[in-house]
């Protein structure tokens, strides 16, 4: 949607008012009319990394959801502070892990007598209580673009990885890159008593992915592969790692936010994509690129944006920005001091890796 020149202007001028204070930073499921006043965009894990950088900023806005927000307040200084411009931006995702879930999870893990040799790994996606868990038992955080390196790093330390949320970056991981088999990967249901599992199957499983999954990434099907091939002969077929399995099998391309956005600016002129991601950023690389000659399309028949990813809406950062500008310090986002220090070394640990 075209952005109100009047909120324009407002969010241009109090982000002028507070100058270096302020450094806003845009997940690239963002809105436009948000992008536009983005001083970095990135993935989440680029989002995490430049959230450090800018020390001398007292305010970071984050344009993301809620666990992005919070993975900042962990990895900046506490005299900065973290502003998430809609508190109801949360992740479905994220939700479906609760501390109490993952606490029965790793009791029901003892009582099979397998927690010494499992290492958690928890995807970003995932609050602060969860990374806190993961720091505490020696795991790590990974995000879609160094999930491979955070398996291999944890099979180092481990025979079994617990892999929190998402069940789809777990599995496709797994198989995708460790070459692990399916029958490797076990599906623990916190909703289930034992998870729905049995003692045998846990002590067998590689992999035990706990179910969660995006809401979001979840709609692709490989009926929409299928169908896209065929509306679109030549197409490449380009997808996030969060989408299920088949459809990840199916495609050419596997990848981050990031991941697509690069290799869609080393793609050559004439070349036509299909896109499996969130719809912001699919309609902006598509007006991105049609110039190049290089046809972006959505994955999709449907519309799919993140809902959640969509509260920050343009009047939202001009409340936060003003609201700062004027002194007054909104929706704030901290994590309290004990968790911090353990999420905090799960997330250290997915910055050292190799
Ligand atoms: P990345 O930007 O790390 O690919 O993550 C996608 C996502 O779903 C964020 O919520
Ligand atoms: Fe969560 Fe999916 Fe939205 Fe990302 S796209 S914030 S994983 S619901």
């Known amino acids: 949607s075209p952005s109100d020149p009047d909120l324009v202007a407002r969010a241009r001028a109090a982000k002028k008012k507070l100058g270096d204070k302020v450094f806003v ?3 690239h499921y963002q809105r436009d009319e948000v992008i536009q006043f983005a001083d970095v965009t990135g993935d989440s894990f680029k989002l995490a990394r430049d959230a450090a950088a800018r020390p001398e900023a007292e305010y970071i806005v984050f344009c993301g959801v809620h666990f992005m927000a919070e993975s900042a307040d962990i990895l900046t200084t506490g005299d900065q502070k973290v502003v998430l411009p809609d508190l109801a931006a949360g992740c479905s995702m994220a939700d479906m ?4 879930q993952v606490a029965e999870c790793w009791d029901v893990l003892a009582e099979a007598g397998i927690t010494e040799q499992v290492v958690p790994v928890s995807y970003m996606n ?38 929190l949320p998402d069940q789809h970056l777990g599995r496709n991981t797994a198989v995708r890159d460790l070459g692990l088999s399916l029958d490797d990967c076990v599906v623990y249901n916190p909703h289930r008593p034992n998870g729905g599992l049995t003692v045998e199957e846990l002590r067998a499983a590689k992999m035990i992915l706990w179910r969660g999954h995006c ?10 592969v299928r169908d896209v091939r065929e509306r679109v002969p030549g197409v490449n077929v380009l997808v996030h790692p969060e989408c299920r399995h088949e459809v990840v099998a199916a495609a050419d391309y596997v ?15 004439g070349s036509k994509w299909a896109i499996g991601t969130e719809l912001n950023l699919v309609r ?7 110039p190049e000659g290089k046809e972006v399309v959505f994955l999709d028949r449907t519309v799919c944006f993140c809902s959640t990813m969509n509260r920050i809406d343009l009047p939202h950062l001009v409340w936060a920005l003003e609201s700062l500008a004027e002194g007054t310090l909104v929706n704030r986002i901290q994590v309290d001091e004990e968790t911090e220090a353990f999420a905090k070394l799960a997330l250290e640990r997915m910055l050292a890796l190799p």
Request: proline letters at 1%.
């Open 97 to 100: 892990a609760t501390a109490e």
């Open 255 to 269: 990848g981050s936010t990031e991941y697509i956005i690069k290799t869609l600016e080393a793609a050559p002129a």
């Open 284 to 290: 902006r690389l598509a007006n991105r690129f049609a």
């Open 126 to 163: 995932s609050s602060a209580d969860i990374k806190a868990f993961t720091g505490k038992h020696g795991g790590t955080i990974c995000t879609s673009s160094n999930a491979r390196r955070a398996l291999e790093w944890a099979f180092q330390q481990g025979e079994k990885i617990l892999f």
């Open 215 to 224: 809401s979001v990434h979840g709609r692709f099907s490989l009926e929409s």
């Open 25 to 27: 930073l845009g997940h």
